[in-house]
């Protein structure tokens, strides 16, 4: 009956004059109800819904959709002009804000906020290989930092057509890569300790980091999906005649290469837990699989897999998305559940036993970019 009464609240939406689809009904609530721009303040949360944003204004060609998304982005960058920094890389991420600003009006003022962040950028602390620290305190490589960073410095990019900011986010993601990949699957772990002292915060485990090899041991779902978004991204904003574009092809295959064995075939999520589907205690996590699928279908779109299997797997996750972590709010707007609330690292029992949210700023942004991107595809 649960199921029956949301699949008749989604037809409902579609025959209104706000929203074709479930992503649009989604879109309208992150804008009107969830995030108004007004309320937008400097956090890589908020961050993480302002860059849907910007993808929704660059991949549409209605100019009056256009305005919408661009009074929005301009709205929250100019209530936190003064707060606007790169000290970490988690400050960095709405920077993309101003960047995407700076690109569509020129106006000096988002250039000189684009300044200050990335001067800020280049004197976060590194690993001796030049791998930014995710944290000020000491230099732990986490797999997050490849978002918070990336889009600030792909809008950067776009902004000045200057390639010094593509050169440094693949350098990033390659130095990233070399400590965090996990073989067996071409996924990632969580964090890489650099100083290899046991320390702790925030909300991480003590003594997280293997002794010897310095990395944490679990391959977290949303962690990965923040780096397969990042380098789909940038595969479509690097031009193909950049020495590195085919290196990083195959960083993506690698990441996406065993996500369709590793889906739930009946909810079509992937695991909080992304390598153990079939561990006792693990869930479904619903941002973790926008973002896989979101990836997936780059990847499609630019021909790096032709394999059916990987359409099956975005067509499972667009269909499971909707019918398990859709949540009806109110007689007008719809939401996310199935997300795990913010995290650090910490060892397998840590994740398991993070708390599950109905929705978060990049739940709903990412199931708005994954179903953009799915949409378009049909």
Sequence with gaps: MRKITLLLFLFITVQTNYAQTWVDSLDVYAREKYMPA??????????????????????????AQQKIYFDFVKTAMDKSYKQANGKVPNAVASGLGMAFLYRVT???????????????????KRTKEGAVSHLPAHRELWDDTVFMIGQFLMELYKATGDEQYLEELFKQISLHREQLQEPTTGLWVHGYD??????????????????????????WGRGNGWVVVTISDL??????????????????????????????????????????????????????????????????????????????????????????????????YISTKNVCKGTCIGDKNYYLHRKVKDEKPYSIGMFINFGRSYLAMK
Aim: proline share 3%.
């Design 38 to 63: 007004s309320k937008f303040n400097w956090t890589w949360m908020k961050a993480s819904l302002l860059y849907t944003m910007v993808k929704q204004y660059d991949n549409n060609t209605d100019a």
């Design 106 to 124: 020129k106006d000096a003022k988002y250039k000189k906020a684009c300044d200050k962040i990335y001067a800020d950028y280049l004197k976060i």
């Design 194 to 219: 650099s100083d290899h002292k046991g320390h702790f915060s925030f909300g991480s485990q003590l003594n997280w980091a293997d002794k010897t090899s310095g990395k944490s041991a679990e391959v």
């Design 235 to 332: 595969l479509t904003t690097m031009p193909k005649t950049n020495p590195h574009w085919n290196e990083l092809a195959g960083y993506l295959k690698e990441m996406i290469a065993q996500l369709p064995a590793l889906q739930d075939k009946n909810s079509g999520h992937w695991y909080q837990l992304t390598a153990r589907p079939t561990e006792p205690g693990n869930y479904i996590e619903s941002s973790s699989t926008a973002m896989f699928a979101y990836g997936i279908s780059k990847a499609l779109q630019l021909g790096l897999v032709t394999d059916a299997a990987y359409q099956n797997s975005i067509d499972l996750a667009y269909t499971g998305l909707r019918n398990y972590s859709i949540k009806q709010v109110d007689a007008k």
